[in-house]
């Protein structure tokens, strides 16, 4: 399996709502990430765990929480999210210098 | 600090003709380089990486790019090129180095091939 999953494609959530996003990968990688991409624009590193350890936060908001249950899985949990929030949200593993990323959730906050 | 710099915002260039897309890096010490499609509404799919070796790399759907240290450039090249290869194309640096999990993109450049 060379591939990371990401749950669900799209959704779309209300500014009061709870959801959670999901990426998982089978290839044994140990550093995950997060990425939030704009339209046309590049990805923006959001969170980077390592050996299922937060590393790396860039500063983001609280109302994203990144939690990592275990080695293959990542998830983002959601809550009171803005509209400028609504973007494609990326994962991605790493190990040895290859990343590998999903094809993203695409999240609409109305 | 690591960065990339993609100086084009759009590249046009006629079906069969040579595709070039220009990358240079800033780097401390070692670079990782990558190259990385996107169409609409999709993931990023990886075209090709240099890590070490030969400075001509050899990726996915005909494409390669050349490492030169010198100009700390990584171009993209493809000889050939097709309208299905019209997409938003990012190149990516992190430096060596163990602990150092940092990937940098640069802004993008949207290709377009006119057939």
């Known amino acids: 399996d060379t591939e990371v999953t990401q749950t669900p494609k799209h959704l779309v959530m209300g500014m009061t709502n709870k959801k959670s996003l999901k990426c998982e990968q089978h290839m044994g990688h140990r550093a995950m990430y997060w990425y939030k991409q704009k339209a046309k624009k590049p990805p923006e590193l959001m969170f980077v765990y390592s050996y299922e350890k937060l590393s790396i936060n860039e500063s983001v908001p609280s109302r994203f929480s990144p939690e990592c249950p275990n080695s293959s899985l990542l998830n983002l949990h959601l809550h009171a999210l803005q509209p400028e929030d609504s973007a494609l949200y990326l994962c991605?593993?790493?190990?040895?210098?290859?990343?590998?990323f999903g094809s993203g959730t695409r999240l609409t906050v109305v | 600090a690591q960065s990339v710099a993609q100086p084009e915002d759009q590249v046009n260039v006629a079906e069969g003709n040579p595709l070039t897309v220009k990358c240079t890096y800033s780097v401390s010490g070692n670079p990782y380089l990558f190259w990385y499609v996107q169409y609409p509404n999709r993931g990023l799919q990886f075209l090709l990486k240099y890590i070490t070796g030969d400075n001509l790399v050899k990726g996915s759907y005909g494409f390669e790019a050349e490492f030169n240290k010198s100009q700390t450039s990584f171009h993209l090249k493809k000889p050939s090129a097709l309208v299905s290869d019209s997409a938003l194309y990012f190149c990516a640096v992190r430096s060596f180095g163990y602990g150092n999990n940092r990937l940098a993109f640069g802004k993008g450049n949207q290709v377009v091939v006119i057939p």
């Open positions: 991605a593993s790493s190990q040895r210098g290859g990343y590998t």
